[in-house]
Nanobody
Framework: QVQLVESGGGLVQAGGSLRLSCAAS????????MRWYRQAPGKQRELVAI???????NYADSVKDRFTISRDNAKNMVFLQMSSLKPEDTAVYYC?????????WGKGTLVTVSS
């Protein structure tokens, strides 16, 4: 069984920064993509950032140049450094990992950006 636990969310003022972490544990043999999604109140879940097993990254246009995704393969962890935060970044942020044929989700961590 695989578990993902996110941490690092909280309340921050606009223009501030936060760093989210996600730790994967359990029977993990090989992780391909690692992703961050977010879901704002009343909106659909959206993909924020992806990092492949080779370290290639891709971002939603709304966070490009403000967020940075990274991973530590030895520790099965993925991170999301968020800077220049805006009120519209307020959402529950979810970690997602893709293995061979399966993907797993964390329970989310709330990020609230005040204006």
């Amino acid at each position: 069984q695989v578990q993902l636990v996110e941490s690092g969310g909280g309340l921050v003022q606009a223009g501030g920064s936060l760093r989210l972490s996600c730790a994967a544990s359990g029977s993990i043999f090989s992780i391909n993509d690692m992703r961050w999604y977010r879901q704002a109140p009343g909106k659909q879940r959206e993909l924020v950032a992806i990092i492949t097993s080779r370290g290639s990254t891709n971002y939603a246009d709304s966070v490009k140049d403000r967020f940075t995704i990274s991973r530590d393969n030895a520790k099965n962890m993925v991170f999301l450094q968020m800077s220049s935060l805006k009120p519209e970044d307020t959402a529950v942020y979810y970690c997602n990992i893709v293995t061979v044929g399966l993907d797993y989700w964390g329970k989310g961590t709330l990020v609230t950006v005040s204006s």
